[in-house]
Each structure stands twice: as C-alpha cells, then as structure tokens.
C-alpha cells in the first residue's frame, strides 16, 4: 500500500499509445547531459534531462537555473490528457530519459518553493519499466513500487513535504525509460 499523497493507476495510456508517445518523445525532445557542481567537483546527472514549460516558468533545482523550451504537440497533448485525469492544470514538465539500468535518480523531493506547499505532480512513465521508492522522512520507512510503462503516478497532498523518492540504479538489463513530472509554476507577474 503506498503513502497518503500518492496514488498509483496504471494503464492510464493503453500499450499502443504508450510505445508511440516513447518514440516521439525519444525522438523530439531535446535531451540534455547536465553537469552539477556537489561539493565543488563537477559531476554528470545519471540520466538525461529536458524542461518543457510555459513562458516565465523558469526553474531553479540542484542549483542550476532551467529556462523552459516551449510546448509542441505530442508533449502538450500529454498535458492536456494529465490536466483532465488530475483535475489540475500544469504549466510545465521535467522529462528524464533514463538510459539503461546505470542510469539513476538519488532520493528528493520536489518542494522547490515556486511549486507551493502542497503541489499536484503527474509523473508519466513509458519504456522500461523502473522500481520506485518513496521513503517517509520521519522515520525512513520505505514504499516501493514498479512504474510501469503508460503508467501515471500522483504525487499530492504533503507527498513531497513528509516524503522522498528516487528511481535506485538496476544491475538487470533494461532498456531505455522516459518520466516525466507534469508540474505546476505560477508565472511571477502574471497570477493574481
Ligand atoms: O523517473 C521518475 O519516476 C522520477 C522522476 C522524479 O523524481 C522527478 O522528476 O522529480
């Protein structure tokens, strides 16, 4: 059973849709390898990542500023099918290619305070399928689960004030996964 503030729905994109979705998105996204600075040595970020988003939805994590490309089909169609299934609207998305089991996402929280205390996140999965952990902050209790492709993940509530999660590297073969965490950033200027 997992946490209060997530729930799981697999099948919310059929196969089909799910393998053309991956093709696409492998395909038209620009994917970037991004280097960090950690305690002054430049590391790789173990997968490769993109932001996609509104206008003004400029995002700052792991101390790097991300200024968002802007939506095209495939990627706003997705959103649009995450906005009606959640209720919520998005105003920008994080995608991480994933390309083999070396490829990793150490334990976070997404509780940048530009997404609010409480933010609706949508993670999608397609391609490989990925085991998940969430882990309460309180006491490390951890919660797995296997993201499946076509799968969609609902993070909410206070998922990401009293929880971590990460995506653990795998020794198994496995081949090539997107996420992506639909989000929502009010544009500074722009919001009542
Ligand atoms: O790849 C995943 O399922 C997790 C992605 C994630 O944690 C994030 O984008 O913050």
Redesign the pocket.
Known sequence: MLPPGFAYHSGFLTCEEADLFFAELRAAIAWQNETLVIFGKPRHVPRLIAWYGDAGTSYRYSGVQHEPRPWFPALEALRHRCQLFAGARFSSV?A?L?RSGADS?GW?S?DEPVLGAAPTIV?V?LGAA?R?RIRRRRDRACFDLV?EPGSL?LMSGLSQRDYQ???PKTAKAVGE?I?L?FRMIEVSGLCP
């Open positions: 994080l991480n994933y996402m976070h997404d993670s999965s990925r998940f993201l993940l999660h990460s995506v996964r996420n965490t």
